[in-house]
């Protein structure tokens, strides 16, 4: 709860978590599975301007467009959609007014669905429904942010569930920290490839995306650049990748139970029986610090903070240099 208390402050560090927290984190960075080789700097406190404009400059939204091997000799120019992703809506044109949702135990019982449905576009998470679940989290979906798994794995049903259609999707996979692109597609960490090639072919009427693993890394990078200690060497989660898309696509983004509000919870995530810290801590992902970052760019009140879980973002429109 303390750890808590001070992310919505902005002043949380790993010394603060639980040890079995601590423990695995450590374990991460011996394991370094993904070979990161940090070289950039690191910066001294910077203000939630200075992050927002940061994050602007050095983590440019891109998705997967077939003109780099081995996608080019795939002929993959032709399979990704027409439009690229930021221009889906319209040349130039942003969202008002966006909603972030992330998946946290803590959203049961805010009967936050209307507000968060009035929004203009609402991203959510992989497996995350909205059916039965409408009070707290509305039903309105625009974007979905998916990781590799749900792709590979026969329990998410990819190719038939009604989760993933009616929306875009927008796919990820960690690669090696160098971004080396012939040795992800061998070995990626599940295969999103195959289940991407044959749903492109299938529903060629449906945005759907692979981020780049370009994009993935310098959001990590901006992360570890503003914080003093070693974070964990995994990709952030996909709450933060979707929160910066959001900072593209919106001029201002809400998040909801990112930071815990008062209902914080173990409870891993409101459509599951599952109850673990790190979901909401990190253990995999350095969710903390993504977390100190984005509570530092926030303009919402405390109150909303508490009683919504929300943060409020400029997007990089207001990023005036
Ligand atoms: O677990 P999953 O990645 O599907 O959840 C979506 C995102 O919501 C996470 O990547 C994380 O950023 C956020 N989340 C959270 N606290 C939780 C569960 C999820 O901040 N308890």
């Avoid at 936050?112 to 989290?137: K, Q």
């Avoid at 760019?297 to 997007?315: E, F, I, P, Y």
Wanted: glycine letters at 6%.
């Amino acid at each position: 709860k303390a750890v808590v208390q001070q992310l919505r402050r902005g002043i949380a560090s790993a010394g603060m978590l639980a040890p079995h927290l601590q423990k695995s984190m450590r374990d991460y960075l011996n394991l370094n599975r993904h070979h990161v080789a940090y070289r950039g700097l690191r910066r001294g406190r910077q203000s939630g301007r200075e992050v927002l404009c940061e994050l602007k400059e050095q983590a440019r939204l891109r998705t997967l467009d077939g003109t780099e091997q081995p996608f080019s000799g795939l002929a993959w120019d032709r399979l990704v959609p027409p439009r690229p992703l930021e221009q889906l809506w319209g040349q130039g044109s942003k969202f008002k007014s966006c909603a972030v949702v992330t998946s946290a135990g803590a959203i049961l019982h805010s009967s936050l669905g209307r507000e968060i449905d009035s929004h203009e576009a609402v991203l959510r998470f992989n497996a995350a429904p909205t059916e039965g679940y409408e009070n707290d989290v509305g039903n309105k979906t625009t974007i979905r942010i998916i990781n590799s798994q749900i792709l590979a794995r026969p329990r998410h049903h990819f190719t038939t569930s009604s989760l993933y259609k009616g929306m875009t999707l927008v796919a990820w996979d960690p690669a090696p920290y160098s971004v080396d692109l012939p040795r992800w597609y061998r070995n990626p960490d599940y295969d999103l490839f195959t289940p991407y090639e044959e749903r492109r072919r299938l529903h060629p009427t449906q945005p759907f995306y692979i981020l780049h693993p370009k994009f993935i890394w310098q959001l990590w990078d901006v992360v570890q650049g503003n914080t003093q200690e070693n974070i964990q060497p995994n990709p952030p989660s996909s709450g933060f990748i979707g929160i910066v898309l959001m900072m593209s696509l919106c001029e201002e983004v809400h998040v909801y139970e990112y930071i815990p509000s008062l209902r914080q919870t173990d409870l891993c995530h409101y459509h599951e029986h599952h109850y673990d810290a790190a979901c909401t801590l990190g253990a995999y992902h350095p969710l903390l610090f993504e977390k100190v970052l984005v509570q530092r760019m926030n303009s919402a009140s405390q109150h909303d903070l508490k009683t919504k879980g929300k943060v409020t973002l400029s997007g990089f429109s207001g990023c005036i240099p």
